[in-house]
């Protein structure tokens, strides 16, 4: 398992007091990936994985921009007792979100685009 999150746009208030008028960096993240493997004495494997990644940027008063990509998927390699033929394959998701907000739309409902494969 792995997460990681940025406080830039808290911490960079404090280390880029001259950017922005003082308000610092407008961006933010936040990132998690797992990954759990199975191994059989026969060669035979299983893994499953899964993520989420969120992004952001705030440009006050001009427009507010987030994105977020998920999925999950698995791939496996079977190998049956007393075969020389192994089996395998991959199943996938993914998807991808973007939101745009402009100032002068801020009383509409934002903008969106999706996209979604599947494998």
Do not use: C
Not at 34 to 62: A, I, P, T, W
Not at 68 to 81: K, M, R, Y
Not at 93 to 104: I, W
């Amino acid at each position: 398992m792995n997460f990681r999150h940025s406080y830039l746009d808290q911490s960079s208030k404090t280390f880029y007091d001259n950017v922005n008028n003082g308000a610092g960096l407008p961006f933010t993240f936040t990132d998690a990936y797992g990954k759990v493997s199975f191994n059989g004495s026969n060669g035979s494997k299983f893994n499953l994985f899964g993520f989420n990644f969120s992004d952001g940027v705030n440009y006050r008063g001009v427009s507010d921009l987030k994105w977020n990509n998920f999925g999950a998927g698995t791939n496996f390699v079977l190998v049956p007792s007393g075969s020389a033929a192994p089996i395998d394959g991959v199943f996938s998701y993914s998807n991808y979100d973007l939101q745009l907000t402009e100032a002068d739309s801020w009383r509409h409902a934002p903008a969106r685009s999706r996209a979604s494969t599947r494998g």
